[in-house]
C-alpha cells in the first residue's frame, strides 16, 4: 500500500451515564483501565499498530 493516504479521527465522548462513579470528575475517554490505560488508548494503540499516524 505504497502512496495511500489514510486520515485516522478518533472520536472520544459521551455522557458517560452507566460509569457515574468514575466520570465525576473526568471525560469517559479519560476514564482508566487497569490503572495504568486510558479508554481512548486503545484505538490510539489500534491505529499506530495499523500505520495510521
Same mark, same amino acid.
Given at each position: 500500500?505504497?502512496?495511500?493516504?489514510? /486520515?485516522? +479521527? +478518533?472520536?472520544?465522548?459521551?455522557?458517560?451515564?452507566? /460509569?457515574? =462513579? /468514575? @466520570?465525576? @470528575?473526568?471525560?469517559? =475517554? *479519560?476514564?482508566?483501565? *487497569?490503572?495504568?490505560?486510558? /479508554?481512548?488508548?486503545? =484505538?490510539?494503540?489500534?491505529? +499506530?499498530?495499523?500505520?495510521?499516524?
Amino acid at each position: 500500500m505504497v502512496g495511500k493516504k489514510v /486520515l485516522g +479521527i +478518533i472520536l472520544g465522548g459521551g455522557q458517560g451515564s452507566r /460509569l457515574h =462513579p /468514575l @466520570t465525576e @470528575t473526568r471525560s469517559k =475517554p *479519560a476514564v482508566p483501565i *487497569a490503572g495504568k490505560y486510558r /479508554l481512548v488508548d486503545i =484505538p490510539i494503540s489500534n491505529c +499506530i499498530n495499523s500505520d495510521i499516524r
